[in-house]
């Protein structure tokens, strides 16, 4: 298969590579390995190591390290928790199980929170940095890596919590980590990782097969009449794979494996991915340079440079609906259409999320109009290219 024809993906786990594949494959040999042993801390104290911060507690998810977070605070029933539209439903949803109220605020063009918020959002990865003091939490699930004035993003709230799954900087496919300095906050941290427990050595399993079956068979078919896709599918309602968003988080209920602690296994992936970290985030760089430099004269409205990690080069054209069509039914292309609503998936229901149609309008009107462009690992300079040949088209 050339190049000409390859699929370009942006969202089936796309920093996976030859070596966390063979690691996963010796992983689905090992199952003893699967639920304890000494990644897990070993993973902890180098990401807190990392960040430069006191704590650092690792969960199978990054809405299970907000949910322990939020817990931790224990927050009076029914407050209010005031976070941005433009998000996904794994964030609201921690607020909805702590018996807590989401409150949203509107967005400003470069996607982030236009105005006071509880919970910063580092949207895409570029920081939020107007809206970070000592009482905030940050969601740094777009944003492992990114720094304002030479400090890590993570380490200017209260608390903050990554993401590690199948689309984020680095991923073990499920997986979350919540980090403090606060000495009395981690202590109640650490006591709910421990009541959460494991998940299953089912769901460990699912995860783990996750990269060997998108390396072997679904990514190789995903232009083949859509075999990959329909084999993704058929994978997942077979329960052999996870899905990213399931059905009972789409209307505000909690599955049964959240939240739980990160197993084992998971957290080997996850230290192999984070030993890669700064070579995929210089990568990302290198690409969003190209963009720039390629679309510059374009109608497009390019991201913000400053302080971005580019976890995905987010644009803007009038059109986005229908450039994202065709450019994966005439160039097998699968750009990002990461939000097309105010909270997403699109199938999430709004008034479980407690959201109002014309409450936030301009992150309605962003969500009409924004596409992302890949940088993953996976992504050499000849598919940029030929992304960006294909987006001069809509000039």
Same mark, same amino acid.
């Given at each position: 298969?050339?190049?000409?024809?390859?699929p370009?993906?942006i969202?089936?786990s796309?920093?996976?590579q030859?070596?966390?594949?063979v690691?996963a494959?010796?992983?689905?040999?090992k199952?003893?390995?699967?639920k304890?042993?000494?990644?897990?801390?070993n993973?902890?104290?180098d990401?807190?190591?990392?960040?430069g911060?006191?704590?650092?507690?690792s969960?199978n998810?990054?809405r299970?390290?907000?949910?322990?977070?939020?817990?931790?605070?224990?927050l009076p029933?029914?407050?209010d928790?005031?976070?941005?539209a433009?998000?996904?439903n794994?964030?609201v949803?921690p607020?909805l199980?702590?018996?807590?109220?989401?409150?949203y605020v %509107?967005v400003a063009?470069?996607?982030n929170a236009?105005?006071?918020?509880?919970?910063?959002?580092?949207?895409?990865?570029?920081?939020?940095?107007s809206?970070?003091?000592?009482?905030v939490?940050?969601?740094?699930?777009h944003?492992?890596?990114?720094?304002i004035?030479g400090?890590?993003v993570?380490t200017?709230?209260k608390?903050?919590?990554?993401?590690?799954s199948?689309?984020?900087?680095i991923?073990c496919v499920?997986?979350g980590?919540?980090v403090t300095?606060?000495?009395?906050?981690?202590?109640?941290i650490?006591?709910?990782?421990?009541e959460?427990?494991?998940p299953?050595?089912?769901?460990?399993?699912?995860?783990i097969?996750?990269p060997?079956?998108?390396?072997?068979i679904?990514?190789?078919l995903?232009?083949f009449?859509?075999?990959?896709?329909v084999?993704?599918?058929?994978s997942q309602w077979?329960?052999?794979?996870?899905k990213?968003?399931s059905?009972?988080?789409?209307?505000?209920l909690?599955? %049964?494996?959240?939240?739980?602690?990160?197993?084992n296994?998971?957290?080997?992936?996850?230290?192999?991915?984070?030993?890669k970290?700064?070579?995929?985030?210089a990568?990302?760089?290198?690409i969003?340079?190209?963009?720039?430099?390629?679309?510059?004269?374009t109608k497009?409205?390019?991201?913000k440079?400053?302080?971005?990690i580019?976890?995905?080069?987010?644009i803007?054209?009038?059109?986005?609906?229908?450039?994202?069509?065709?450019?994966w039914?005439?160039e097998?292309m699968?750009?990002? %259409?990461?939000?097309?609503?105010?909270i997403?998936?699109?199938d999430?229901?709004?008034?479980e999320m407690?959201?109002?149609?014309?409450?936030?309008?301009?992150?309605?009107?962003?969500?009409?109009r924004?596409?992302?462009?890949?940088?993953?690992i996976?992504?050499?300079? %000849?598919?940029?290219r030929?992304?960006?040949i294909?987006?001069?088209?809509?000039?």
């Amino acid at each position: 298969m050339t190049d000409k024809f390859r699929p370009i993906s942006i969202s089936l786990s796309p920093n996976v590579q030859k070596d966390d594949v063979v690691l996963a494959l010796k992983l689905l040999f090992k199952p003893w390995k699967w639920k304890r042993g000494s990644a897990i801390k070993n993973f902890e104290k180098d990401f807190a190591k990392y960040l430069g911060v006191k704590y650092a507690f690792s969960f199978n998810s990054g809405r299970s390290a907000f949910y322990a977070i939020l817990k931790a605070l224990d927050l009076p029933k029914g407050s209010d928790v005031m976070l941005q539209a433009f998000t996904c439903n794994a964030v609201v949803n921690p607020i909805l199980w702590a018996g807590l109220n989401p409150v949203y605020v %509107d967005v400003a063009d470069d996607f982030n929170a236009a105005g006071k918020v509880d919970i910063v959002q580092h949207t895409f990865g570029l920081p939020n940095a107007s809206l970070l003091n000592e009482s905030v939490i940050e969601d740094c699930a777009h944003a492992l890596g990114a720094e304002i004035n030479g400090r890590k993003v993570g380490t200017f709230g209260k608390a903050g919590f990554f993401s590690f799954s199948r689309d984020k900087v680095i991923s073990c496919v499920y997986g979350g980590m919540a980090v403090t300095n606060d000495d009395e906050l981690a202590k109640k941290i650490e006591t709910l990782q421990q009541e959460f427990g494991m998940p299953s050595l089912f769901w460990t399993r699912q995860q783990i097969m996750h990269p060997v079956l998108l390396h072997f068979i679904i990514l190789p078919l995903y232009n083949f009449f859509d075999v990959g896709k329909v084999f993704l599918v058929l994978s997942q309602w077979l329960y052999i794979l996870s899905k990213a968003v399931s059905w009972q988080e789409k209307r505000g209920l909690k599955p %049964d494996y959240f939240p739980k602690a990160l197993p084992n296994a998971l957290a080997m992936m996850a230290q192999y991915q984070f030993n890669k970290l700064e070579k995929f985030n210089a990568h990302r760089k290198q690409i969003a340079e190209f963009y720039y430099q390629e679309l510059a004269s374009t109608k497009f409205v390019l991201p913000k440079k400053e302080n971005n990690i580019f976890l995905r080069f987010a644009i803007q054209h009038p059109k986005a609906t229908e450039i994202l069509y065709e450019a994966w039914h005439k160039e097998k292309m699968l750009l990002g %259409d990461w939000y097309t609503t105010p909270i997403v998936p699109d199938d999430t229901n709004m008034e479980e999320m407690k959201y109002q149609p014309g409450q936030c309008p301009n992150a309605e009107y962003l969500a009409k109009r924004t596409l992302n462009l890949p940088t993953h690992i996976n992504i050499s300079m %000849d598919d940029a290219r030929r992304v960006a040949i294909f987006l001069k088209k809509w000039k």
